[in-house]
């Protein structure tokens, strides 16, 4: 499978994980979570939870408020909170 906007794939040999990672930044803060074929049974399962993710996290971060043109404490502890109930 190809890799999409904010998401790569992982397919190297030489290591121990492959799967997909989603990686989104938004006014100077980087959100990135990797998301296993071993632990969601496969690499489409693991790639349609990484775009699901992908879509809550996007727009978790377009309807938030902005302190000096950063993303608030809360939207981020938000975000962080998100990814790992992944």
């Known amino acids: 499978m190809k890799s999409k906007k904010n998401l790569t794939r ?10 997909w990672r989603l990686c989104l930044s ?18 489409r399962k693991a790639l349609k ?7 809550e996290l996007k727009e978790l971060l377009d ?13 981020i502890a938000k975000a962080q909170k998100l990814l790992k109930s992944a």
Do not use: C, P
């Open 26 to 43: 938004r006014t100077g803060t980087t959100f990135t979570k990797y998301f296993s074929d071993k632990k969601y049974g496969g690499e």
């Open 63 to 75: 309807n938030s408020r902005k302190v000096n043109g950063k993303l608030s404490k809360s939207t």
């Open 10 to 19: 992982f397919t190297y040999e030489t290591t121990a994980f492959q799967g």
């Open 49 to 55: 939870t990484a775009d699901a993710t992908l879509a």
